[in-house]
């Protein structure tokens, strides 16, 4: 199928090597992989900073671009989140609010995807490491998703999945949060470092690479050898670089 990529605002900046390696997940499964140039911001940071005006700009023009798209996949549990769950909150003109209704039924994070449109666990990929799996909030609490990085993660050849009691706790990053309110953001990216970083992991896992690069630097603050890689990364062989 013609797949549409998505490619969040902090992947794009930040982290562009998740981005490739979700387009090339996609064509190794034999589907076209789309990136319009044309795409920008889902309108999180603005929502969740209560410019709803500004936010419900943003999430206009997302629509109009992808409203003839077959379907949209985005290696983001967070910006799906906020197309799929929040978009109802910001008063969408009634022709744009009739083609979101539709569009947030074809819009996927990428495991989910995976898992469950395609029906796919094992794409073949070989990771020869020790990795834990952390849930990001808004894939886990908003998209309610919590099987389908697991069933990837145990597919991959020498992988070794370390699972723990440090339950599912926030990284605390939540974005303007951790602008907002620094310190308890790094008390919470603290704590969570330290459990999962009691568990041996070699490296941390995860759908949003906001999440993974909050741990990164609590991982540093706390002196501790874990490393972060997107799930996607993971899955496609990529490289650290």
């Known amino acids: 199928m013609n797949i549409h990529l998505f490619v969040p605002c902090l992947v794009d900046q930040a982290a562009p090597l998740t981005a490739v390696a979700a387009r090339r997940i996609l064509e190794k499964l034999g589907h076209k992989a789309i990136y319009d140039r044309r795409q920008t911001c889902c309108g999180q940071p603005l929502f969740n900073a209560g410019f709803r005006h500004e936010a419900r700009s943003l999430a206009e023009r997302f629509v109009r671009l992808f409203a003839d798209a077959e379907v949209v996949v985005a290696p983001s549990g967070s910006c799906v989140a906020m197309v799929v769950k929040h978009y109802v909150e910001l008063d969408l003109a009634p022709a744009i609010a009739k083609e979101w209704e539709a569009l947030r039924y074809r819009i996927f994070e990428l495991c989910s995807f995976l898992v469950n449109r395609l029906g796919i666990t094992d794409l073949g990929a070989y990771f020869p490491h020790r990795v834990t799996y952390h849930a990001s909030c808004h894939y886990l609490r908003g998209l309610g998703e919590r099987g ?32 907002k309110y620094p310190a308890l953001s790094r008390h919470i990216a603290d704590r969570r470092a330290a459990s999962l970083a009691a568990g041996g992991a070699e490296y941390i896992t995860g759908v949003d690479d906001s999440c993974l690069g909050h741990l990164t630097q609590a991982f540093r603050r706390l002196q501790k050898p874990q490393q972060t890689l997107h799930i996607a990364r993971i899955l496609a062989n990529a490289v650290l670089q």
């Open 148 to 179: 389908a990085p697991r069933q990837l993660l145990e597919k991959v050849e020498g992988l070794e999945l370390i699972e723990g009691d440090w339950g599912e706790e926030c990284c605390g990053f939540g974005g303007v949060f951790s602008v």
